[in-house]
């Protein structure tokens, strides 16, 4: 939130330069964000009255102007059109410099001798930067400056535009009346409090209320004003106000409502009454109602949306922005303005589902004074007649009012203990006061009434840290803690998922981590149709579900990766994901990857080549050898719905289910944004980081014996299902089972295979004899012939 330093100091002014006051904002939690001077030094420049305004001799839309200066009368030849005799106007003298690099000197203009220049805003850095001198007009100065008096002070400068970071709790801060009350509070100031005088009605001009959400709006008041000047324009120091808080002028009216906003925290609305149909509705949006807003979107609400209606329908949105058939405009002369309280509860959320965020919304989602509407709306008023005219009618106020907040018990020995010092009962007292609350002694400590603004203060914790805050952090003795130190366990039976990461990251990997929000139709088409756990109050509509995977998030970075030139990509993550289910939302640790492009990085000595399925799986076999034995584990061909049939495998452990490898499906890559399909794995966690207990094997001091065997199969015969089978058949002896051959075509019978392994054979206690070797073979041979049909290529 940007606010100036020159408005703040008009409620609360502590002694020293802007860094003191900067550095008090910070350690008080108003963390400041960045400083920037409001305009330039303007040297050169002065106030200037414009006495006499002619034609220019040469030059219809040139006007010959004598200007005091204070030291004298000078000619300045002027192209703007709202130049006029008594006007006082930024007036540039020879050897200023603006800040746009002009330099100021004399010159002559179509014949006619000029002594300086009369300045617009956006000469002078303080307007649109975009406008023009001759389409903005000159900037005409309040009265009362003095001619030839440096022109910086009638224009507040210097001043410092201050960017707070304001923390979603302390709704109370939203304001330059709120900064200003809490600066005061911790500061021990003295803190001018605003004062909006009642504005006595010209009339009593009604216009129809009717709250039938009170819950949803306990306070709703509205004031009509009729007769307001079309023609009216916001005054200089208004619009400087908005624009050092970075918003831009529009429109008396909306620059009001603004401004009250921005000084007393305290959202807006203003309708052209003409443009009415009868009196105002508050109430639940009905289902897919249609409303166009002032951006000229229209959208469709859902019917927990709160909206203000009239005879035709829906004409606002509650707390976040009003529609456009009632928007006030440059013929508007009769306007309606709201000041309401809108429960956070209705508010929370609504915004962000429909992709909008604004100022209203972002105060009212946290919480607004309860009891601030009447005097934003004295306020609002009195502006309005002030700079457009009018006659007010009387103000009406619709709904019951909040209740008041319950109030905090405060211990002082639990003060004391979460502080680790004691804070003498008077310097607690005297801070609650200074922060608006209303303190009762009683034996154990206080009982504390915090104001209705203070949204914060619900519970004990919250009073100890407003007091610590105001006490000042810095004033508590640092003491060191003592804690008994307990070590850690390190089963042998757990792999830390740490160890696995680091497998992947030796293999190429680079770790991710993504939202556990996701897009819900991608989620839906990774899930295979199945809906994902809604969220109630979703960021975007991007991340609208609970990931029911990993993978549409890794799919999303594989895209933004893609797109910035990289084409060899492999990540992994590890995280949690949410499974809805009859009997609630489950969640599931996973440990998820992509990747695409070549096998290896571009190199000489290795031609390039496309990652394919078995170069991830023996990434993954790097991953499972961490955690078991090979025999453990086994990939059988499957079918998932988001992975391509035919090139998907299922891995499983001891015969139970853990995890999946394969190509995306080809029907998802185009949604998903691709244009190939990137392997896909993702394994549970659980199951995963239950490791095997190696147990001693001893090195064998004698010779091993290799036996190759090559067989015929079906095609469609598994080679891990041989490995298992002469894994089994072959016994202890057998140390590894090496596939160095498949081979299919030429001299192979259509639907079969060869299949070509390498049996390593090795005793711990003798050598093994060419008898007991061909035994072994011979088992195996049986085994396959027997269990897949197998028999000997020749």
């Not at 860094?19 to 303007?42: D, F, K, N, R, Y």
């Not at 006082?88 to 690099?101: H, N, R, S």
């Not at 109602?289 to 469709?300: D, F, K, M, Y």
Request: hydrophobic share 40%; glycine share 12%; charged share 20%.
């Amino acid at each position: 939130m940007k606010i100036s330093e020159s408005w703040l100091r008009e409620f609360a002014s502590p002694p020293g330069d802007t860094a003191a006051l900067v550095h008090q904002l910070t350690m008080q939690g108003l963390e400041v964000e960045s400083i920037e001077s409001a305009g330039p030094a303007l040297d050169g420049v002065v106030v200037g009255l414009v006495q006499d305004v002619a034609p220019h001799p040469d030059a219809d839309r040139l006007r010959v102007c004598q200007v005091d200066i204070g030291s004298g009368t000078v000619q300045i030849v002027c192209g703007a059109p709202n130049v006029r005799p008594g006007g006082l106007y930024p007036a540039a003298l020879p050897g200023a410099t603006l800040p746009g690099g002009l330099e100021i000197g004399k010159a002559i203009l179509r014949g006619v001798q000029s002594g300086g220049m009369l300045c617009s805003a956006s000469e002078l850095g303080l307007g649109d930067p975009g406008a023009s001198g001759r389409a903005e007009g000159l900037l005409e100065l309040d009265a009362g400056g003095l001619p030839g008096s440096p022109v910086a002070p009638a224009l507040a400068l210097p001043d410092t535009i201050l960017d707070l970071k304001i923390t979603p709790n302390r709704a109370d801060c939203f304001s330059v009346v709120g900064v200003a009350r809490d600066l005061a509070a911790t500061a021990g100031l003295a803190f001018v409090e605003p004062v909006s005088p009642a504005v006595p009605a010209c009339g009593g001009d009604l216009v129809p209320v009717r709250v039938e959400d009170p819950a949803g709006s306990p306070a709703f008041l509205v004031r009509a004003v009729r007769g307001i000047h079309p023609g009216a324009r916001s005054p200089f120091w208004l619009r400087e106000r908005l624009r050092r808080s970075g918003i831009r002028s529009i429109h008396p009216v909306v620059d009001i409502t603004n401004l009250v906003m921005l000084e007393l925290g305290q959202p807006l609305h203003a309708y052209d009454l003409d443009r009415l149909d009868g009196g105002l509705i508050v109430r639940r949006a009905r289902e897919s109602e249609p409303i166009q807003l002032l951006t000229g979107a229209e959208v469709r609400l859902d019917d927990d949306c709160l909206v203000i209606a009239d005879g035709s329908g829906a004409i606002g949105l509650a707390g976040i922005m009003g529609g456009s058939g009632t928007a006030v405009s440059a013929s508007t002369t009769n306007v309606l303005l709201e000041s309401a309280y809108f429960a956070p509860s209705a508010i929370s959320g609504r915004a962000r589902r429909l992709g909008l965020q604004t100022d209203a919304s972002t105060r009212f989602e946290r919480g607004v004074d309860p009891n601030g509407q009447r005097r934003a709306l004295e306020r609002a008023t009195e502006l309005l007649l002030a700079i457009a005219g009018g006659a007010p009618g009387p103000c009406q106020a619709e709904g019951a009012r909040a209740a008041n907040r319950p109030p905090v018990n405060l211990r002082r020995a639990r003060l004391a203990r979460v502080l680790g010092e004691a804070v003498p009962d008077p310097e607690v007292e005297g801070i609650l006061v200074r922060l608006g609350m209303e303190v009762t002694p009683d034996g154990e400590g206080w009982q504390v009434q915090p104001p209705a603004f203070r949204f914060d203060i619900s519970i004990e914790v919250d009073l100890i840290e407003e007091i610590a805050r105001v006490h000042g952090y810095d004033r508590i003795a640092p003491r060191p803690g003592t804690q008994a130190t307990k070590l850690g366990e390190a089963p042998s039976t757990r792999v830390s998922p740490d160890i696995l990461r680091a497998v992947l990251v030796q293999r190429g990997y680079q770790e991710a981590i993504t939202y556990s929000f996701v897009d819900r139709e991608r989620d839906r088409l990774l899930a295979g149709g199945r809906e994902g756990v809604p969220l109630a109050n979703p960021l975007t509509a991007d991340l609208a579900v609970m990931r029911q995977s990993l993978w549409p998030g890794l799919i999303q970075a594989l895209g933004h990766n893609l797109s910035r030139q990289q084409r060899r990509v492999r990540l992994f993550e590890a995280g949690v994901r949410f499974i809805p289910g009859a009997g609630g939302m489950a969640e599931e640790s996973v440990l998820a990857g992509i990747a695409v492009g070549t096998s290896v990085p571009e190199q000489w000595g290795e031609p390039a080549r496309s990652t394919d399925f078995h170069d991830v799986k023996a990434d993954l076999q790097a991953v499972l050898a961490v955690v078991g034995a090979a025999g453990e584990f086994d990939w059988v061909a499957d079918t998932h719905p988001a992975l391509q049939p035919g090139r998907t495998a299922r891995v499983r452990r001891r015969g139970q289910h853990l995890g999946w490898l394969g190509y995306l499906h080809p029907s998802l890559v185009k949604p998903c944004g691709l244009e190939e399909a990137p392997l896909l794995f993702e394994l549970n966690l659980g199951s995963l980081a239950a490791a095997t207990v190696t147990a001693y094997q001893e090195l064998s001091r004698f010779p091993a014996v290799r036996r190759d065997v090559a067989v015929l199969v079906k095609r469609d015969t598994p080679v891990g299902s041989l490995v298992g089978a002469v894994t089994d058949a072959a016994g202890p002896a057998l140390r590894e089972v090496v596939v160095f051959d498949i081979f299919a075509g030429e001299h192979i019978d259509a639907g079969e295979k060869s299949v070509a392994l390498g049996l390593i054979l090795q005793e711990t206690s003798r050598t093994l004899t060419d008898a007991e070797t061909d035994n072994i073979v011979g088992g195996v041979v049986q085994r396959l012939a027997r269990d897949f049909g197998a028999r000997m290529r020749e």
